[in-house]
């Protein structure tokens, strides 16, 4: 899959055919899922909106590939792709929802009670280095939320480090636990390569690691909550840095690092379970950019109510042309 925006730089994953296909005008919506970030930075990779719902919004059930380990089972949601924040909106109504085949799927209400407008602007969360133009796009959103009526407070996030943790640790052991000799017998020496600087970097995964980080899990769903009750919005970086070069994570372990960090909020926010809308800003030079919105679980009206203020003052994502950035 190529970059409609740019093809030197990656689509993003694994929805990167959701997010191209919309950027380049194939379709209105898209159909993305996301345990690390998989709607959200094909989005902003490809310069459109993707909202991660909370867990238990959309029902999810394949028929044909069995149940998930845990990890898979609280952490992976399905939700929409697409260059308009009234078609995310349009498309979370379609697609959430309650089922039988699924029993995490929660029958919560698409809006909630009123909330003060008020924001916190995480610059750069726990310590990540971000780009002094994605700091741009979060300070022209954080300003068009101002005008809007939203008081905005420059403050820390509760813990996402440990949260990207948690997500490595219950990812890798159901990936070391369910792929036995898979990878090695498939033979694809790049997937290889990334597989085992994820194994390196989580480390040795045994069952007193995945317990406790279950238990922690429920302690930072509750700090993240309770900040949530002061913050209703969160605005942060989608990324560190704007949209990578293709295959920038596999050209050495220090690439791939350099990646990994810069993809701290993808990974963390996942593990809490709460909407993340990304929202495109418009081109930076020849690159995509974009904001990330959040705010508590099952208050996707609040992220979109938002996006629609950011989208008003940045402007709605045009399709792609072939052969112009």
Same mark, same amino acid.
């Given at each position: 899959?190529?970059?409609?925006?740019?093809?030197?730089?990656?689509?993003?994953?694994?929805?990167?055919?959701?997010?191209?296909?919309?950027?380049?005008?194939?379709?209105?919506?898209?159909?993305?899922?996301?345990?690390?970030?998989?709607?959200?930075?094909?989005?902003?990779?490809?310069?459109?909106?993707?909202?991660?719902?909370?867990?238990?919004?959309?029902?999810?059930?394949?028929?044909?590939?069995?149940?998930?380990?845990?990890?898979?089972?609280?952490?992976?949601?399905?939700?929409?792709?697409?260059?308009?924040?009234?078609?995310? +909106?349009?498309?979370?109504?379609?697609?959430?929802?309650?089922?039988?085949?699924?029993?995490?799927?929660?029958?919560?209400?698409?809006?909630?009670?009123?909330?003060?407008?008020?924001?916190?602007?995480?610059?750069?969360?726990?310590?990540?280095?971000?780009?002094?133009?994605?700091?741009?796009?979060?300070?022209?959103?954080?300003?068009?939320?101002?005008?809007?009526?939203?008081?905005?407070?420059?403050?820390?996030?509760?813990?996402?480090?440990?949260?990207?943790?948690?997500?490595?640790?219950?990812?890798?052991?159901?990936?070391?636990?369910?792929?036995?000799?898979?990878?090695? +017998?498939?033979? +694809?020496?790049?997937?290889?390569?990334?597989?085992?600087?994820?194994?390196? +970097?989580?480390?040795?995964?045994?069952?007193?690691?995945?317990?406790?980080?279950?238990?922690?899990?429920?302690?930072?769903?509750?700090?993240?909550?309770?900040?949530?009750?002061?913050?209703?919005?969160?605005?942060?970086?989608?990324?560190?840095?704007?949209?990578?070069?293709?295959?920038?994570?596999?050209?050495?372990?220090?690439?791939?690092?350099?990646?990994?960090?810069?993809?701290?909020?993808?990974?963390?926010?996942?593990?809490?379970?709460?909407?993340?809308?990304?929202?495109?800003?418009?081109?930076?030079?020849?690159?995509?950019?974009?904001?990330?919105?959040?705010?508590?679980?099952?208050?996707?009206?609040?992220?979109?109510?938002?996006?629609?203020?950011?989208?008003?003052?940045?402007?709605?994502?045009?399709?792609?042309?072939?052969?112009?950035?």
């Amino acid at each position: 899959t190529l970059n409609p925006r740019n093809p030197e730089l990656t689509p993003g994953g694994s929805s990167g055919g959701a997010g191209a296909a919309v950027a380049a005008g194939l379709c209105a919506i898209g159909h993305g899922t996301d345990i690390a970030g998989s709607i959200r930075y094909p989005a902003y990779a490809c310069g459109v909106h993707g909202l991660r719902p909370s867990f238990g919004r959309v029902p999810t059930f394949n028929a044909t590939g069995g149940d998930r380990f845990i990890g898979g089972q609280v952490m992976a949601v399905s939700g929409p792709l697409a260059r308009s924040i009234e078609d995310i +909106d349009l498309a979370l109504h379609a697609m959430s929802g309650t089922s039988p085949h699924d029993p995490w799927s929660v029958p919560a209400p698409l809006a909630g009670d009123p909330v003060v407008p008020r924001a916190a602007l995480c610059l750069a969360p726990e310590g990540l280095a971000v780009a002094t133009q994605v700091q741009d796009a979060l300070l022209g959103a954080a300003r068009a939320l101002q005008d809007a009526g939203w008081q905005i407070d420059e403050v820390p996030c509760p813990p996402l480090r440990e949260a990207a943790d948690i997500n490595t640790i219950l990812w890798m052991a159901e990936t070391v636990f369910a792929a036995g000799t898979a990878m090695a +017998d498939e033979g +694809d020496a790049e997937a290889q390569f990334v597989y085992d600087q994820m194994c390196r +970097d989580v480390g040795p995964i045994d069952l007193e690691r995945v317990m406790h980080a279950l238990k922690r899990r429920s302690a930072l769903i509750r700090a993240w909550e309770q900040f949530f009750a002061q913050y209703p919005l969160m605005i942060c970086p989608m990324s560190g840095e704007l949209p990578f070069e293709q295959h920038l994570d596999i050209r050495s372990e220090a690439a791939f690092q350099r990646v990994y960090e810069a993809q701290l909020t993808q990974r963390a926010l996942p593990v809490m379970g709460m909407p993340a809308l990304s929202v495109a800003t418009g081109m930076a030079g020849t690159h995509p950019n974009g904001v990330q919105l959040v705010a508590g679980r099952f208050r996707e009206d609040i992220v979109l109510r938002a996006g629609k203020v950011v989208e008003a003052a940045f402007g709605a994502p045009s399709i792609a042309e072939p052969g112009q950035r």
